[in-house]
């Protein structure tokens, strides 16, 4: 291949990324297919497929993603070895760059095989992990022998650590910026490939002043090939570490037969580097960083900095979006940003835009995002109609689980007292489920369900004699039950809460636990009262869902009793095992956030009695940029070691045989990093 040649292929091939960022797979598609010969378009076409396989789960996709991605790095390993004979043109070595490509393939290759969610799958992944695990560490140590703690990160707030975080791509400082053009196919100076294309025009601006809070990065200005070279070692790093780091613990034990270290904190600082870069790899860091933000957010229940989390977040789809205004990934996570930030209805303004029918609709996995999140705000805001609509709105463009999307609609239904329309859904669910499974198996979801569906029709034969009509058996809506999972009610507002109370306490029999809320219940909102709970299974699922919306209402105490109900009638449970543990997460939940409340009234509550040095007598100064009390720090002491005990008791509750168990696994490891970092922000 001539270097003209290649020059040539590498400009193609960065437009055809900035089409795929630019949410026209189409175009992409139609560019990497002209030279299928060349390894930068297959990786792309790889890229495509991997996309559209992780986006939508699209079990089909996944094959030829793996099969593109494996030719990619065969050509880039050919590559590698040509080009190392060659005289570096930069600080780094020769070929530095085709190791980045290579490293590439190897990692999105393995991730094709943990789509899978199978045992065997995470096998696979954790061999071809083990591939590029060398690799990713030896040009780590090549590209940052001091570390990153000299490199910006994309927002100037303090980390959950007493290191500080560094100049921010938002802040007053100097950051080299670019915006590519989807269009601009031969242009010299965008993206991924840039040291064969020529300078890089790199536009420099300070926007606002420096604070005491903001940071001056020592790294000297990167050339397009640098700018790669860091990006991509940064990113592939962050990755392989962060993707280790969320194995489940069960694929964990077998990580220590291949010598794996992971460091997730030190992953999430290498994908800000990255994050700060104008190549295809920052892309992909930013999209790394808003997806793992964005489960912490809505999944951990507590954040020992929020406000650090949200200004990263915002920062990273702030850049994007402005370089690919019409990009689907870049709608969700800022509609995800509004609804964590409490405004639902703006998150789902931005949804509803778009997935308005003069947008062009080309990325349909990723629109399917769009319709998924826009599903689970209507049901946390009880527009159980609207929600019903979309869930199985989602059965036309996603592939995955539709079985679990009509159980959700039959539950909403069943609340708009549609019991024919529920019955419906509720009877196509088995023969949903038998089309679909992954390696002989149903799906964690499905295995729920069909428990779900025996304990009803159980129930209904209990009070009738007969399984007809079982949907009239129903105590409590099944979506409102299944959404735990997804911890909708953690952010609803409190009028949400409070309706959802009111329906709750207006179960018979009533509950042996006192609310403020039971002495002032209206009629509730279903059209046809329930039946009793006369099972311990119901009273168990009552109170945790009572015990999660009075924390969500702002009423503390019935919030721990309740849950301490559920918890204590786990050993009467037949069928909903799983809420044991549930309940002792949502304990540990509540015990920080109460901690945290205490900690802001009692710094309001002082006002601003400040010594000179801009802190009160008897402050322990914290990395998080301010101070709190002695008595403060002494209260989080307490109630970190009881959240630590709590969740203790929940893995101990959380088998193997117990339902979804290994989504609270994954909950209970998010919040425990959120401790480490409390205590880290506290020097405990």
């Known amino acids: 291949m001539s270097a003209e040649e290649t020059l040539e292929n590498l400009r193609s091939a960065t437009a055809g990324?900035?089409?795929?960022?630019?949410?026209?797979?189409?175009?992409?598609?139609?560019?990497?297919?002209?030279?299928?010969?060349?390894?930068?378009?297959?990786?792309?076409?790889?890229?495509?497929?991997?996309?559209?396989?992780?986006?939508?789960?699209?079990?089909?996709?996944?094959?030829?993603?793996?099969?593109?991605?494996?030719?990619?790095?065969?050509?880039?390993?050919?590559?590698?070895?040509?080009?190392?004979?060659?005289?570096?043109?930069?600080?780094?070595?020769?070929?530095?760059?085709?190791?980045?490509?290579?490293?590439?393939?190897?990692?999105?290759?393995?991730?094709?095989?943990?789509?899978?969610?199978?045992?065997?799958?995470?096998?696979?992944?954790?061999?071809?992990?083990?591939?590029?695990?060398?690799?990713?560490?030896?040009?780590?140590?090549?590209?940052f022998p001091q570390g990153l703690d000299a490199y910006a990160t994309p927002a100037t707030s303090h980390p959950p650590s007493r290191q500080p975080s560094l100049l921010s791509v938002s802040s007053g400082g100097h950051t080299p910026s670019v915006t590519p053009s989807p269009t601009s196919a031969s242009s010299k100076s965008s993206g991924f490939f840039g040291r064969w294309g020529g300078t890089l025009t790199v536009s420099r601006s300070v926007s606002g002043t420096t604070t005491p809070n903001s940071y001056t990065s020592v790294v000297p200005d990167d050339g397009p090939i640098e700018d790669l070279i860091i990006s991509g070692t940064a990113f592939g790093y962050g990755l392989f570490n962060l993707v280790l780091s969320l194995l489940p613990a069960k694929v964990k034990s077998v990580v220590g037969f291949f010598g794996f270290n992971h460091d997730r904190k030190l992953a999430l600082r290498s994908l800000a580097v990255s994050a700060t870069k104008n190549d295809v790899h920052s892309v992909f860091a930013g999209l790394a960083l808003m997806s793992y933000h964005g489960v912490v957010l809505l999944m951990s229940g507590y954040q020992a900095d929020e406000q650090h989390i949200l200004k990263q977040y915002r920062a990273i789809v702030d850049k994007l979006e402005k370089r690919y205004p019409t990009g689907t990934l870049w709608i969700l996570n800022r509609a995800k940003i509004l609804r964590m930030s409490g405004d639902a209805d703006g998150a789902i303004k931005v949804l509803q835009d778009g997935l308005t029918p003069d947008r062009p609709t080309v990325f349909l996995q990723a629109d399917a995002l769009l319709v998924f999140e826009l599903a689970w705000l209507f049901l946390a805001q009880r527009r159980y109609k609207d929600a019903a609509e979309t869930f199985l709105r989602i059965t036309e463009i996603n592939s995955w689980s539709h079985a679990t999307y009509y159980f959700i609609a039959a539950g909403c239904h069943w609340s708009l007292g549609n019991f024919d329309e529920a019955q419906r859904l509720m009877e196509a669910i088995p023969g949903l489920i038998d089309k679909r499974k992954i390696g002989g198996k149903d799906l964690p979801t499905e295995v729920f369900i069909k428990k779900k569906l025996a304990f009803f029709k159980s129930k209904q034969v209990r009070l009738t004699g007969s399984e007809k009509d079982y949907v009239q058996a129903i105590t409590m809506n099944p979506a409102e039950e299944i959404s735990i999972f997804w911890n909708t009610h953690a952010r609803i507002d409190k009028a949400t809460a409070e309706a959802h109370i009111n329906d709750w306490l207006a179960l018979s029999p009533p509950t042996e636990v006192h609310s403020p809320y039971s002495a002032k219940l209206t009629p509730p909102s279903y059209p046809k009262?329930?039946?009793?709970?006369?099972?311990?299974?119901?009273?168990?699922?009552?109170?945790?869902?009572?015990?999660?919306?009075?924390?969500?209402?702002?009423?503390?105490?019935?919030?721990?009793?309740?849950?301490?109900?559920?918890?204590?009638?786990?050993?009467?449970?037949?069928?909903?095992?799983?809420?044991?543990?549930?309940?002792?997460?949502?304990?540990?939940?509540?015990?920080?956030?109460?901690?945290?409340?205490?900690?802001?009234?009692?710094?309001?509550?002082?006002?601003?009695?400040?010594?000179?040095?801009g802190t009160r007598a008897g402050d322990v100064e914290v990395g998080g940029?301010?101070?709190?009390?002695?008595?403060?720090?002494?209260?989080?002491?307490?109630?970190?070691?009881?959240?630590?005990?709590?969740?203790?008791?929940?893995?101990?509750?959380?088998?193997?045989e117990i339902d979804l168990s290994s989504r609270l696994e994954s909950r209970i490891q998010m919040l425990r990093d959120e401790i480490a970092g409390k205590k880290e922000m506290l020097g405990l």
Request: glycine share 8%; hydrophobic share 45%.
């Open 529 to 613: 009262p329930p039946p009793a709970l006369d099972t311990p299974d119901e009273q168990a699922l009552r109170s945790l869902l009572l015990g999660v919306t009075h924390r969500a209402a702002g009423s503390p105490g019935p919030a721990r009793a309740f849950l301490l109900d559920a918890h204590k009638r786990q050993h009467k449970l037949t069928v909903s095992t799983w809420i044991g543990g549930v309940a002792l997460f949502e304990l540990a939940v509540l015990v920080l956030k109460e901690a945290a409340r205490t900690e802001a009234e009692s710094a309001a509550a002082m006002g601003q009695e400040e010594r000179e040095d």
């Open 625 to 656: 940029g301010g101070a709190v009390t002695e008595d403060a720090r002494e209260t989080w002491a307490r109630a970190l070691k009881e959240a630590g005990a709590r969740l203790d008791a929940a893995v101990a509750l959380a088998g193997s």
């Open 17 to 143: 990324f900035d089409f795929i960022f630019a949410n026209d797979l189409v175009k992409a598609e139609e560019i990497f297919k002209t030279k299928q010969e060349s390894p930068f378009h297959l990786l792309g076409m790889g890229v495509c497929a991997f996309l559209q396989a992780a986006l939508g789960m699209e079990t089909g996709i996944m094959s030829e993603a793996s099969r593109l991605l494996e030719l990619a790095e065969t050509g880039a390993k050919k590559q590698l070895k040509i080009s190392k004979s060659l005289k570096s043109a930069g600080r780094f070595p020769a070929a530095t760059e085709w190791e980045l490509m290579y490293s590439d393939a190897i990692i999105l290759f393995g991730m094709t095989h943990a789509l899978s969610e199978s045992y065997m799958g995470y096998l696979q992944c954790l061999y071809a992990l083990n591939n590029a695990h060398s690799r990713f560490s030896k040009l780590y140590k090549t590209v």
